[in-house]
């Protein structure tokens, strides 16, 4: 059973840069079938994609955070990470990874991390 | 960027069934029939209902079943149970970029 974990700061002052990583068990994060995203949803709030990112790298980015978000991967761990810089509250957010079907189940979020709550204070 | 306009709460008796929309353009919704839909319990993870528009995976009960006309796509539920109450939302993209419906609260009374 694939398994997806987030982890990283619970709490980052504004204007520093928000880092999280999602480690991924159970399955290998290599796979041609897969993409590999990151979704947040701010408290009482709705679901925003952030971005996506491939096993060979290829990214592809929510445009109106895509010059502060940076997503990689690390296969040698079957991680892969977020990196959001410049944050204000308006970021303060559950954030969750999620595995994103190519084929089948097309376009589809299929599983889901726990999700991390990330506090943005100073 | 597109947005995907679904209502903010519908309600139901058990045993019923709701429908909840999900309205996008001819470059979204539209233009594919791969819209997926989510539900969503509170402190929970979403879990995927419906897939392709009108599939279930493994494991959904077949109460659960999604439909698609123009630029409207819909999730159906029937006989409706009172674990069914949660927060509905449905998912599409344009080109590179995917979106997610507002959310719908569904309340079983």
């Known amino acids: 059973q694939l398994q997806l974990q987030e982890s990283g700061p619970g709490l980052v002052k504004p204007s520093e840069t928000l880092s999280l990583t999602c480690t991924v068990a159970?399955?290998?994060?290599?796979?041609?079938?897969?993409?590999w995203g990151w979704i947040r949803q701010p408290p009482g709030k709705g679901l925003e994609w952030i971005g996506s990112?491939?096993?060979?790298?290829?990214?592809y980015y929510n445009p109106p955070l895509k010059s502060r978000v940076t997503i990689s991967v690390d296969t040698s761990k079957n991680q892969f990470s977020l990196k959001l810089n410049s944050v204000t509250a308006a970021d303060t957010a559950v954030y969750y990874c999620?595995?994103?079907?190519?084929?089948?189940?097309?376009?589809?979020?299929?599983?889901w991390g726990q999700g991390t709550l990330v506090t943005v204070s100073s | 960027q597109s947005a995907l306009t679904q209502p903010a709460s519908v309600s139901g008796s058990p045993g019923q069934s709701i429908t909840i929309s999900c309205t996008g353009t001819?470059?979204?919704?539209?233009?594919?029939?791969?819209v997926s839909w989510y539900q969503q319990h509170p402190g929970k993870a979403p879990k995927v209902m419906i897939y392709?528009?009108?599939k279930r995976p493994s494991g959904v009960s077949n109460r659960f079943s999604g439909s698609k006309s123009g630029n409207t796509a819909s999730l159906t539920i029937s006989g409706l149970q009172a674990e069914d109450e949660a927060d509905y939302y449905c998912?599409?993209?344009?080109?590179?970029?995917?979106?997610f419906g507002g959310g719908t609260k569904l309340t079983v009374l």
């Open positions: 999620a595995r994103r079907q190519i084929s089948p189940m097309v376009n589809t979020f299929d599983y």
């Open positions: 159970g399955g290998s994060i290599s796979s041609s079938s897969h993409y």
């Open positions: 990112i491939y096993y060979s790298g290829s990214t």
């Open positions: 001819s470059s979204d919704v539209g233009s594919h029939n791969l």
């Open positions: 392709e528009g009108s």
């Open positions: 998912c599409s993209y344009a080109g590179s970029s995917t979106f």
